[in-house]
């Protein structure tokens, strides 16, 4: 979800929704990402050793971790989020996930929440991508949808008012189709849970 809708958003601006491809529209929940989310609490005990939060938007699992003492880093494409991210106390680059991002090779858990493993409407590159970040020892946190649900990729833009941005792929991962796309991935699922209705799996290489 990038863009200056988007940064709009995250810095206040007036309601911002996401468009499907069949004119169904639903508000970005821009305050779900400001503010502790119920179902957070176990994923952020899970995050062990340095962590990378891919995607991390306005930060609030990059600063939660941070007053954790936990060692971290949240990556954004977007500079309004990792300026707010910063701004928070958590340490924020501007980056790609696919680019060139710091420690590759060497985290020991990289988080994918909200949904990011939609980022870039490939959850199977986006998974490899991920894999190579990680220490051989580490593990991938992502939150998926429920199981039963339908996995897909479908084109979403954004919509303020008259303003209209440009459509992007997006990727949706149920929680039963997990473990077919950690095999892909040569990857395995080691651990399924939900917490206050999200879902979430942990893969290691």
């Given amino acids: 979800m990038i863009g200056e809708l988007y940064e709009d958003a995250l810095r206040g601006g007036g309601p911002v929704e996401i468009e499907h491809a069949d004119g169904r529209r639903r508000p970005l929940p821009v305050r779900e990402w400001l503010a502790a989310r119920p179902g957070d609490g176990g994923l ?17 699992l ?33 980056r790609d996930v696919f ?38 020892s580490g593990r991938a946190l992502v939150e998926v949808d429920p199981p039963g649900a339908a996995s897909h990729v479908e084109p979403l833009r954004l919509r303020s008012g008259h303003a209209v941005g440009a459509w992007f792929p997006w990727a949706h991962v149920a929680a039963d189709a997990a473990a077919g ?25």
Avoid at 103 to 111: A, E, K, N, S, Y
Avoid at 121 to 133: F, I
Wanted: positive net charge.
């Fill in 62 to 94: 990059t600063v939660a971790l941070a007053q954790r003492g936990v060692p971290v880093l949240g990556i954004d494409i977007a500079p309004a989020a990792v300026a707010l991210t910063v701004a928070a106390g958590g340490p924020a680059l501007c």
């Fill in 99 to 136: 680019g060139r991002v710091p420690g590759t090779g060497r985290w020991r858990t990289v988080l994918l929440a909200d949904g990011n493993i939609g980022i870039g409407g490939d959850p199977a590159a986006l998974l490899r991508r991920v894999l190579t970040l990680l220490a051989p």
């Fill in 181 to 205: 796309l950690a095999a892909a991935c040569a990857a395995t699922v080691t651990d399924t849970w939900e917490e206050a209705g999200r879902w979430f799996v942990a893969l290691h290489r």
């Fill in 44 to 60: 952020l005990d899970r995050c062990h050793g340095a962590t990378l939060d891919v995607g991390s938007g306005p930060g609030r």
